[in-house]
């Protein structure tokens, strides 16, 4: 299957570039795979398509304030650098740019509470970085750094809060797992009142969810590794909905690789950690997910072959189509949708 398979031309003026306001007013479109229907609603509404019993699986990664400014010991080169992952304490691999103002030995001073040092240029290109900081990392993150947004969007985000679910708590993220983005506190509380159950999963997102797919064949592309976390209660959670006949709905595409990761893994879904690469694409059969909420994604990505293998390619990319001529927002900070 050729990665073009997945094009479709979206209008700009459809990227949206501020999160909507409140959280639950984003529209969603609703998809039944059973008759093939679809409807048009508003995401607080969600309640009314889901049933007692089911159970929403939803990742409670944290996006890090991770993009930071270094100046350069000794010339004052000014270079940004985004941390990727973290390797031991102190440690990260980072995106830097420009690359060749930070080569191995290099020390850059990040406001006066910080300094890094490169210690090691990787093969793709990153670069490891060893940091000197005063009290916590992640309290001086929360001063000098700022929000990695996606480069489509271009405006300003001045409550840097909304790049992340307000589940958040497991933070190690680059991007954030935007599907989650549409709760709020009340209407997770008004959901389980009708009896669904809500589980939490962590998989860190690293920017590799979202690299271009180079490979004229999607076969032929393969996906970074990222580092996931499923605890006892979520899968016993997982286990019990699909016992008594519910729906597991996975928040997101993250929730559903974690998912889909384990249980082919180990059969089941089961208390465990550790790093998928898994891909999901037209012909590979879903395990565990039954229903799955997600934003719209760019084209010819690995986001959006996934839904297509969850929905069907010619199905997904009519529905975008109607997306696009209904006027849905697009992307991180855009609509969703609802497979069910």
């Known amino acids: 299957m050729k990665t073009s398979d997945f094009f479709y031309r979206l209008p700009p003026?459809?990227?949206?570039q501020r999160p909507a306001e409140p959280r639950d007013s984003a529209r969603m479109m609703v998809l039944r795979r059973a008759d093939g229907s679809i409807a048009h609603d508003v995401f607080r509404n969600i309640g009314e398509y889901l049933r007692p019993g089911d159970c929403l699986v939803l990742n409670d990664t944290k996006v890090l304030p991770a993009r930071l400014y270094g100046?350069?010991?000794?010339?004052?080169?000014?270079?940004?650098?985004?941390?990727?992952?973290?390797?031991?304490?102190?440690?990260?691999?980072?995106?830097?740019?420009?690359?060749?103002?930070?080569?191995?030995?290099?020390v850059f001073a990040f406001g006066d509470t910080m300094r890094g040092t490169v210690t090691q240029a990787l093969p793709n290109g990153n670069r490891v970085m060893e940091f000197a900081h005063e009290g916590s990392f992640y309290g001086a993150l929360e001063r000098i750094g700022?929000?990695?947004?996606p480069h489509?969007?271009?405006?300003?985000?001045?409550?840097?809060?909304?790049?992340?679910?307000?589940?958040?708590?497991?933070g190690g993220s680059a991007a954030a797992p935007t599907a989650g983005l549409h709760f709020t506190p009340e209407l997770l509380d008004g959901l389980r009142a009708r009896g669904v159950g809500t589980g939490y999963v962590t998989l860190h997102v690293g920017l590799g969810t979202f690299r271009p797919v180079k490979a004229e064949h999607i076969e032929q592309h393969e996906m970074h590794a990222e580092h996931y976390a499923v605890p006892e209660e979520t899968a016993a959670l997982v286990n019990e909905t699909k016992a008594q006949g519910g729906r597991v709905v996975s928040v997101g595409t993250t929730s559903c690789r974690t998912l889909e990761a384990v249980a082919r893994?180990?059969?089941?879904?089961?208390?465990?950690?550790?790093?998928?690469?898994?891909?999901?694409?037209?012909?590979?059969?879903?395990?565990?997910?039954?229903?799955?909420l997600?934003?719209?994604?760019?084209p010819e990505s690995t986001l959006i072959m996934l839904v297509s293998a969850f929905y069907?390619?010619?199905?997904?990319?009519?529905?975008?189509?109607i997306a696009v001529r209904e006027g849905y927002r697009f992307y991180s900070f855009g609509d969703c949708m609802m497979i069910l």
């Not at 304490?89 to 740019?97: F, P």
């Not at 997600?294 to 760019?298: K, P, Y």
């Open 294 to 298: 997600t934003n719209f994604h760019l």
């Open 146 to 149: 700022e929000m990695p947004l």
């Open 71 to 106: 100046v350069k010991e000794g010339t004052g080169a000014r270079v940004e650098f985004l941390l990727l992952r973290q390797i031991a304490e102190g440690e990260w691999e980072c995106l830097a740019g420009p690359g060749k103002k930070a080569r191995p030995g290099a």
């Open 13 to 16: 003026a459809l990227v949206a």
């Open 312 to 321: 069907g390619r010619e199905k997904t990319l009519a529905a975008y189509e």
């Open 152 to 170: 489509y969007i271009t405006e300003k985000l001045d409550d840097a809060s909304r790049y992340n679910t307000v589940y958040a708590r497991e």
């Open 265 to 292: 893994a180990h059969g089941a879904v089961v208390p465990c950690e550790g790093w998928t690469d898994i891909f999901l694409y037209p012909g590979v059969e879903f395990k565990c997910v039954d229903a799955l």
